[in-house]
């Protein structure tokens, strides 16, 4: 922003320091005056002869208090202007942080030294939001190389698919267009859990009233052939639980969870419970699974994008680790929170906990 140049601060505060020295030797002298010309009237300087004291006491003490009010100017500027560069040091550095940040350079921190003031207030402050838009920054690298990398492994393999039926005139053709089939349909579903992220990531749905069991319910129902074929069995059950936002995020939040609890369950005889209740102001989906052990620590990265938990789950499903990216992104749209706790005997459980819906609007 361009701004016609002003005083600075620190000349303003000098300024202000010397003017009130002044203004308050002006009135200790001026008190001292007036007790003075109040107590004596005259003075003989002769025998016999009376001269007004007034005009003696101007004599003596007028050019005395000029030079103190000069030294007290002097000195107030000097002392102020040193005084208001200490007090506006942390001033400097603080700008020079938001300098160095607002050239891209988030790794710079300010660091001040000393005990809690409105000025280390300030920079603690700024090093807390430096340290989060760093971290932010890191991370939405981190999700584009990442998405480049996912999106350009189906378009390599489908070229060099391609590059082997053009040299190799004896290939099947019908084999090669079933394989860049499922590349290509891999492709697809990749690119719209993309856009699905960016979407719910952007709240821009309209809120309705939605039934959590319900969707609990279909998510199931459609997802059974798949149980069945990986041999798990489904349990449901719980209460109405009215909360509001989008039906289609928060069917697809249910959908991801239930898929992954069967795939990412026991070779076999594995079991899967989602279950929906009523808290004082929330309502909660909880869905649990048995399956492989898993460490807290390996649980509190899941979340993130493009995270796959263990190599050897990945021998037959080949996802793309967006799943529980996806249901992070709903949760905390619809102002929720999202907690995956390990099973103890193995598995995991799953909770997304919703604001109610308010009564009011319960219809
Ligand atoms: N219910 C679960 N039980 C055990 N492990 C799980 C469960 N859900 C997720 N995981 C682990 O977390 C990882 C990330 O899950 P996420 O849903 O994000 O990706 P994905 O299932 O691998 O791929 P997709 O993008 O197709 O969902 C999985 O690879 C798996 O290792
Ligand atoms: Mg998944």
């Not at 942390?90 to 000025?119: C, K, Q, W």
């Not at 039934?211 to 990986?230: G, Q, R």
């Not at 989602?274 to 649990?288: F, H, Q, W």
Request: aromatic share 4%; charged share 20%.
């Amino acid at each position: 922003m361009n701004r016609a140049p002003g005083l600075s601060v620190r000349l303003r505060l000098t300024l202000s320091y010397a003017g009130f020295l002044m203004v308050a030797g002006a009135l200790l002298l001026a008190t001292v005056w007036v007790f003075l010309l109040r107590d004596f009237s005259v003075v003989s300087s002769r025998p016999g002869e009376f001269v007004p004291l007034r005009s003696v006491i101007l004599r003596a003490y007028a050019p005395a208090t000029a030079a103190v009010l000069a030294f007290l100017l002097v000195f107030g500027l000097l002392g102020g202007w040193i005084l208001a560069g200490h007090m506006l040091d942390p001033l400097t550095r603080i700008t020079y942080a938001t300098r160095m940040a607002a050239n891209g350079s988030l790794s710079h921190r300010i660091r001040l030294p000393g005990r809690e003031d409105e000025f280390r207030e300030l920079a603690d402050a700024f090093d807390t939001m430096l340290a989060r838009l760093e971290a932010h920054v890191a991370e939405q690298r981190r999700f584009a190389a990442n998405a480049s990398h996912e999106l350009r492994t189906p378009l390599a393999i489908s070229k060099a698919l391609l590059d082997v039926a053009r040299t190799d005139p004896d290939q099947d053709v019908g084999e090669v267009i079933d394989r860049l089939h499922v590349v290509n349909a891999r492709a697809i579903g990749l690119t719209e859990a993309l856009l699905l992220l960016s979407r719910a990531d952007q709240r821009s749905f309209t809120r309705e009233p939605v039934d959590l069991s319900l969707l609990a319910e279909e998510a199931t129902e459609t997802l059974l052939p798949l149980a069945e074929k990986h041999g798990v069995t489904i349990e449901t059950c719980g209460d109405i639980t009215p909360t509001a936002g989008s039906q289609a995020l928060l069917l697809q939040l249910t959908m991801n969870l239930v898929h992954n609890a069967i795939i990412h369950n026991l070779p076999e005889q594995g079991t899967v419970r989602v279950s929906t209740g009523v808290r004082p102001e929330t309502v909660v989906l909880t869905v649990e699974n048995t399956g492989e052990r898993i460490s807290p620590q390996l649980a509190s990265t899941l979340t993130e994008p493009f995270q796959r938990g263990t190599e050897r789950v990945h021998t037959d499903h080949a996802g793309v680790g967006l799943g529980l990216a996806i249901v992070r992104t709903i949760t905390r749209a619809h102002d929720g929170t999202l907690t995956l706790t390990p099973r103890s005997d193995g598995g995991l459980r799953v909770t997304v906990e919703l604001p109610a819906m308010a009564p009011h609007t319960d219809r």
